[in-house]
């Protein structure tokens, strides 16, 4: 099992900027897939942006050029920078990850994003 310890979210106008950050603890060894989800206001989740564990990303096209995921592996860290917020960006991001040892995802309690347009 992993546990997740979530921070950055908050307030921030349109055009604005955070940077979330996930620190992971636990069976991080047999982590092969990181990344954030988020869910928006009477919406399901989806995924944002995934960084495999050879350190390649994948974007949702919606944030695609807006948004870098990176990680800091003696860390055990995942970030996600997030520039140009639209109002449209405002949900609950999640910290997720996989691991090759377990059936199904681990994820965050989840930060709040809200932009204000």
């Known amino acids: 099992q992993v546990q997740f310890a979530e921070s950055g979210g908050g307030l921030v106008q349109a055009g604005g900027s955070l940077n979330l950050s996930c620190v992971i603890s636990?069976?991080?060894?047999?982590?092969?897939?990181m990344g954030w989800y988020r869910q928006r206001p009477g919406q399901l989740r989806d995924s944002v942006a995934q960084i495999s564990s050879a350190g390649i990303p994948n974007y949702a096209d919606s944030v695609r050029g807006r948004f870098t995921i990176s990680r800091d592996i003696a860390k055990n860290t995942i970030y996600l920078q997030m520039n140009n917020l639209q109002p449209e960006d405002t949900a609950v991001y999640y910290c997720t990850a996989d691991l090759r040892t377990t059936i199904g995802t681990y994820w965050g309690q989840g930060t709040q994003v809200t932009v204000s347009s």
């Open positions: 636990g069976d991080t060894f047999n982590i092969y897939r």
